[in-house]
């Protein structure tokens, strides 16, 4: 059974960087063909796709966020690790990882929520 579990701080103030990690177990990052996700979503909004780190370590992002967001990984730890930069409170969001293979996501993290506030 995989499990995904999102960590990182839960506040973070304007225009600082948004740092949170996804620790996997249960599976591996390097296994063909699967995509690693960031998605959140926003007080009252429906869910917004971050980007994804791919199984070759490939990443893309979002069009609207690529200018402010990095994914890497470290393949010993199991662990992939969104930054998003220059925050503001629109940024505010629960924030899951999750893991896509054939164009379906079936595996979540509970997700963890980030606020940006001075």
């Known amino acids: 059974q995989v499990q995904l579990q999102e960590s990182g701080p839960g506040l973070v103030k304007p225009s600082q960087t948004l740092s949170l990690t996804c620790t996997i177990s249960?599976?591996?990052?390097?296994?063909?063909?699967?995509?690693w996700s960031w998605i959140r979503q926003p007080p009252g909004k429906g869910l917004e796709w971050i980007g994804f780190i791919s199984y070759s370590g490939a990443t893309y992002f979002s069009p609207s966020l690529k200018s402010r967001t990095s994914i890497s990984r470290d393949t010993a730890k199991n662990q992939f690790t969104l930054q998003l930069t220059s925050v503001t409170p629109e940024d505010t969001a629960i924030y899951y990882c999750?893991?896509?293979?054939?164009?379906?996501?079936?595996?979540w993290g509970q997700g963890t929520q980030v606020t940006v506030s001075s």
């Open positions: 249960g599976g591996s990052l390097t296994s063909n063909f699967y995509y």
């Open positions: 999750a893991r896509e293979w054939t164009n379906y996501y079936d595996y």
